[in-house]
């Protein structure tokens, strides 16, 4: 269907509609719901997937839902995120609750974004949702879509993607304005611009890919997913959690097999986490679990996806469930959201407070050394404030550990933040991350050089550099290595490669190491993505590196006679001979610059004959990078690229 085919259809779907305001804003990067800042504690629900149940025959047991959604809001959390649109009579039954809602409707991310019916049968199916949702309150954001993989992206055009896109959200933001829309991306994803977006809204796992569980750590690489695709708008991380399957457990955080202590630590780290990323909320996946999901919904397989839930069933016949431990330690953690300071912040004057809590917390206060910094009052579930302290020394790592107290004195909960006090700015270590060749590489190698530059205030922990490539190939997670390194002089050059799958359509590359000051710690990262080709262009987020092609890369004859070859060996790391011809009597220059366009050296600054020429270059006093080699002779002009690798 043509743009303006759709856009037709949408006038016609927007005809004669009615419509209940919402009082939802986005500011300052934030949600407010009337007018109160309002943090996302969510949590993913399905109204009719209980065992023997399947989400595509409709079932409605209103006491259940009642039970589910009060059990929800007693354990703190106010938000549901859902996948499928709820009936009127179930969102009716939200409302009354009280619980916030991420709504979703479900446009299939393997259809045939191209497709004709495809388009009208979606466009329809949000348009008979939004007749009657738009009349409830309790939706603060709709989700279109859920996971869409690359490699159907590619096969089904990211333009008729982005068109559908486009298209339903107009539609949603005529008939139920004022509600943002956005879809949940992944890390496969992360390549994908979000402006078109009201939020950004992203599932992320402990364990996959390689960016989370390697190079940037989880809250790392959110922080740049926060920064770089949503940097004045809500990010919200709307899946997140550990599955109980039955299998062998590790001390690593897996896809199933995880231990009942293993999922509520490791569901509270990535809840704390995605604050300290600097998220507007999460919603953990999901409420209860879902015995359809390998095929038979009458059994409970082992498959690691039936087992994520915070809410476990004994029996076919049970239809309430019973909470796991992890639900009692979401229970506790939801009491107090502490949003400000964050951990691995480095702060310079004031400490910012922003403290999100539940009804039952009447005050906190916070203890450095056994020493009581403030004792606070907490009204209206919200505190903002700052805590200013005295420091003696030019910095100072904190430890502030945060206490909530109920209206008797009871303690409800306490939670530590690691913080870096400074008087003045600290430069932070940086590692500079180049790729080799700065296209992507499929079927091939692609070298990754990595310059380290450390401030000596700080420690690098283990001495241990991260490094990984993500392929984005369905989940698969990716590879990584590591270098213990020795630092002279304060730095550290190295480089290594990895081979790309031969059908990688982007790749995320990325390098990080911990930094540490006393008790503080702190994750420095740098990253690169790239596409091959221009299929992802309409959807391309600006900070991609797609398909560049390299400075007169192939080797051919030009039309004035003259030719620049390109040096062999290449890359290198001590010589390399270059080519080049000259077919008219000219005074030549051949020199070598690095890659910010400073000259190194001059190989050729004489008059030449007719004829082809070649000289060996020293490249063994220069640090591993990209060099440029650039030959002048009369009018013309060529230059080509070369590396050098150590």
């Known amino acids: 269907m043509s743009r303006s085919a759709l856009n037709i259809l949408i006038i016609i779907l927007l005809h004669n509609f009615n419509y209940k305001a919402q009082n939802i804003q986005i500011t300052d990067g934030w949600y407010f719901i009337d007018n109160n800042k309002f943090f996302i504690k969510g949590i993913g629900y399905e109204t009719h997937t209980r065992p023997g149940q399947v989400p595509w025959i409709y079932s409605f047991n209103a006491d259940l839902i009642r039970e589910d959604l009060q059990r929800i809001k007693d354990a703190g959390f106010n938000t549901i995120r859902t996948w499928g649109a709820l009936k009127e009579e179930e969102l009716k039954l939200v409302e009354e609750s009280g619980l916030k809602m991420l709504f979703g409707i479900w446009i299939d991310p393997q259809g045939n974004f191209g497709d004709q019916s495809f388009q009208t049968a979606s466009l329809n199916l949000v348009n008979e949702v939004l007749s009657y949702s738009k009349k409830y309150d309790c939706i603060i954001g709709y989700l279109i879509m859920n996971e869409p993989q690359v490699a159907h992206i590619y096969d089904s055009g990211s333009q008729n993607l982005l068109d559908l896109w486009n298209a339903v959200i107009e539609l949603i933001h005529q008939k139920h304005p004022g ?300 590879a990584s290595k590591y270098r213990i390194i020795q630092l002279t002089n304060n730095k550290y050059n190295f480089s290594d490669n990895f081979d790309i799958p031969l059908n990688t359509k982007v790749a995320t590359f990325g390098t990080g190491f911990t930094i540490q000051y006393g008790t503080f710690q702190k994750r420095i990262t740098a990253q690169k993505i790239l596409t091959q080709g221009s299929w992802a262009d309409p959807i391309l987020a600006t900070d991609i590196i797609t398909d560049i092609s390299e400075l007169n890369n192939e080797i051919k004859k030009l039309d004035t006679g003259f030719e620049l070859f390109h040096n062999f060996p290449d890359p290198f790391n001590s010589s390399t001979k270059i080519r080049y011809t000259i077919s008219d009597q000219q005074y030549a220059t051949l020199k070598v610059y690095d890659i910010l366009g400073d000259e190194i050296e001059t190989l050729v600054n004489e008059e030449k004959l007719v004829g082809s020429y070649e000289v060996e270059f020293d490249g063994s006093k220069l640090s591993s990078g990209i060099y440029f080699y650039q030959l002048k002779a009369g009018s013309f002009t060529q230059t080509r690229k070369m590396i050098i690798l150590k």
Not at 263 to 282: K, P, V
Not at 286 to 300: L, R
Not at 325 to 345: G, H, L, M, R
């Open 179 to 478: 509600v943002p829309v956005s879809f949940s991306n992944t890390m496969i994803g992360d390549f994908i611009k979000m402006d078109l977006f009201d939020f950004a809204a992203y599932n992320a796992y402990i364990y996959n890919p390689t960016t989370l569980t390697h190079s940037h750590g989880y809250a790392g690489y959110l922080h740049y997913l926060k920064n770089n695709r949503a940097p004045n708008k809500p990010f919200v991380v709307t899946e997140f959690g550990l599955s109980v399957s039955p299998g062998t457990a590790s001390n690593q955080y897996g896809y199933g097999g995880n231990t009942l202590k293993q999922q509520s630590d490791g569901d509270l780290f990535m809840y704390r986490e995605l604050i300290d990323a600097g998220a507007q909320g999460g919603t953990v996946f999901q409420y209860h679990d879902g015995w359809w999901k390998s095929g038979n919904e009458y059994y409970h397989d082992s498959n690691a996806e039936e087992w994520f839930g915070l809410i476990e069933f004994a029996s076919l016949n049970d239809q309430y469930g019973t909470p796991r431990p992890v639900w009692y330690s979401f229970k506790k953690y939801n009491k107090a959201i502490i949003t400000d300071p964050k951990n691995e912040q480095i702060i310079k004057g004031a400490i910012p407070i922003e403290i999100f809590t539940t009804e039952d917390v009447a005050a906190f206060s916070i203890v450095l050394n056994n020493n009581i910094l403030i004792n606070q009052k907490v009204y209206k579930s919200y505190y903002k404030g700052e805590l200013n302290l005295s420091l003696n020394d030019e910095i100072k790592d904190l430890q502030l550990n945060f206490y909530f107290y109920n209206s008797n004195g009871d303690t409800l909960k306490s939670e530590m933040i690691s913080v870096l006090l400074c008087k003045d700015t600290v430069s932070l270590p940086t590692i500079d991350l180049q790729i080799i060749p700065t296209n992507l590489n499929p079927g091939a190698k692609n070298y990754l050089l990595m310059n380290l530059t450390n401030n000596p205030l700080f420690t690098i922990l283990n001495n241990k550099v991260d490094y990984i490539v993500h392929p984005h190939i369905g989940f698969d997670p990716g």
